[in-house]
C-alpha cells in the first residue's frame, strides 16, 4: 500500500522569483499541480510537513487548497544547489484506480555466502501499478547466494498489484561476486626467502 500524505496548501495567485522568496520566508513552499490538457493549480504548501513527506518514495498525496482537494504524486522537486532547501514542487494529479509509471529504488536484503557481496546494478525499475498501491521500494534477497550469481529482471519479486515496465527481462539488477581486494586479502602469503647461513667462525 502506498503512503498516503495530506496537505493543506493555499491557493497562489502571485508568481516570480520576489514571490517565491517571501514564501520561502515565511516557510512555504510554491507548487504545481498538473492535469494532463487542464489548467494547472498553483499551490502553496507548508515547508516543514511538505519537506518531510518528500523522504517516503512514490506516496500518494492528497492536497486541499481553497475549496479543492486534489489526489496527486510528485513530478519533479527542484532545491537550492546551495542550501538544498526545496524551491518548487511539481505535482501530477492523478484519479483512484488509475495506474501510473513510477521509478522505484532497488534495495538488497541478506548476506551472500563467504566474503561475495552484492551490487546493485540498476539503482531504480520503472514499474506501473495502481495510485493507490504504489510502491515505495523494491527488495532483492541476497541471503546465502554465491559468487558469480546474477539476480535478473524476470526474477526480481514485485510488490502486490505491480508490474515492470521494462523490456529487458534478462537484464541484471544485483550482481553478487567476491571483491578483488577480498580475494587478495585471502590468498596464502608468498614464503619469506631463507635468511643467509650465518658465516662459520673462524678457527681459533
Keep these: 500500500m502506498a503512503t498516503t500524505i495530506k496537505l493543506e496548501g493555499e491557493v497562489r495567485n ?7 522568496r517571501r514564501l520561502r520566508v515565511a516557510k512555504k513552499i510554491p507548487a504545481t499541480i498538473y492535469a494532463g490538457g487542464e489548467e494547472p493549480a498553483f499551490v502553496t504548501l507548508p515547508m516543514r510537513e511538505t519537506t518531510l513527506s518528500l523522504r517516503h518514495t512514490n506516496a500518494l498525496f492528497t492536497i486541499a487548497f ?3 482537494t486534489k489526489m496527486a504524486v510528485v513530478k519533479d522537486v527542484q532545491r537550492n544547489p546551495v542550501k ?3 524551491e518548487h514542487i511539481d505535482f501530477l494529479e492523478v484519479k483512484a484506480g488509475e495506474k501510473i509509471d513510477v521509478e522505484v529504488p532497488v534495495f538488497v536484503e541478506g548476506t551472500p555466502k563467504g566474503v561475495a557481496v552484492a551490487f546493485v546494478d540498476v539503482q531504480e525499475l520503472k514499474v506501473r501499478a495502481d495510485v493507490a498501491n504504489l510502491p ?3 527488495v532483492v534477497n541476497v ?7 546474477k539476480v535478473l529482471l524476470k526474477d526480481v519479486v514485485l510488490p502486490e498489484g505491480a508490474e515492470l515496465d521494462m523490456d529487458d527481462l534478462e537484464e541484471s539488477v544485483v550482481t553478487v561476486e567476491v571483491p578483488a581486494d577480498a580475494t587478495e586479502s585471502t590468498a596464502a602469503p608468498e614464503a619469506a626467502p631463507a635468511a643467509d647461513a650465518a658465516p662459520a667462525a673462524d678457527a681459533q
Design 143 to 149: 541471503e546465502g547466494l554465491t559468487d558469480g550469481t
Design 136 to 138: 515505495e521500494k523494491i
Design 14 to 20: 502571485e508568481f516570480g522569483k520576489g514571490v517565491a
Design 84 to 86: 538544498r532547501i526545496i
Design 66 to 68: 481553497g475549496d479543492q
